[in-house]
C-alpha cells in the first residue's frame, strides 16, 4: 500500500466539485478475487486517502465490515464461495448494510449481466479492465448519487 505521509497532497487529484463526497466516505471495502486487480483498486484509492480494506471473498467481506464499516465498497461479480450479485443481495437484506453504496467491477460485463445488475437495484457497474480515471469516476458518481439518495 501507499505511504499515507503524503495522502493530503493527492487530494489535489480529486476534482473540486468531488471533494466533499471524498470527505464524507473515506472508508471502501475493495472485494475482489485477483490479487493483482485488488491490489491495483487498492492502491489508486489509498494513493488519494481513502482508507481501504481488502477482502478476497464474500464471507471474508461480510467479516471485514463488522470489524470496519465501510461507506462504499468496489465489488467484483466472480468470486468464490458466493458471487458478487449474492454478496449484493446479502448486504440489500441487512438492515445494517443495505445503505452501503456498491460499484460493481467486472470482466462479466455481457448483456445478460449488466441486465442482472439493473434487475438487482445496482447502478454503477465498470467492466473490466478500467482506466484509473474510470474507476475514479464511477466511485464519484457513486457516492454523488447516493448522497443524493439519502437528502432526499
Do not use: C
Not at 35 to 56: P, S, W, Y
Not at 118 to 137: A, C, M, N, V, W
Request: hydrophobic share 40%; charged share 25%; net charge negative.
Amino acid at each position: 500500500m501507499a505511504d499515507h505521509s503524503n495522502s493530503q497532497d493527492n487530494i489535489t487529484l480529486i476534482p473540486k466539485q468531488a471533494r466533499k463526497y471524498f470527505e464524507a466516505n473515506r472508508n471502501v471495502l475493495v472485494v475482489e478475487d485477483d490479487k493483482t486487480m485488488g491490489q491495483m483498486v487498492a492502491e489508486i484509492l489509498d494513493d488519494i486517502g481513502f482508507n481501504v480494506t481488502t477482502a478476497v471473498n464474500g464471507r471474508i467481506a461480510f467479516e471485514k465490515l463488522e470489524q470496519h464499516p465501510a461507506d462504499f465498497i468496489v465489488l467484483d461479480i466472480l468470486l468464490p464461495e458466493m458471487d458478487g450479485f449474492e454478496v449484493y443481495s446479502k448486504l440489500q437484506a441487512n438492515p445494517d448494510t443495505r445503505h452501503i453504496p456498491v460499484l460493481i467491477v467486472t470482466a462479466w460485463a455481457d448483456e445478460r449481466h449488466i441486465e442482472k445488475a439493473s434487475q438487482l437495484g445496482i447502478r454503477h457497474f465498470l467492466p473490466k479492465p478500467f482506466t484509473e480515471d474510470e474507476l475514479l469516476y464511477e466511485i464519484f458518481s457513486l457516492l454523488r448519487d447516493s448522497s443524493h439518495q439519502e437528502s432526499s
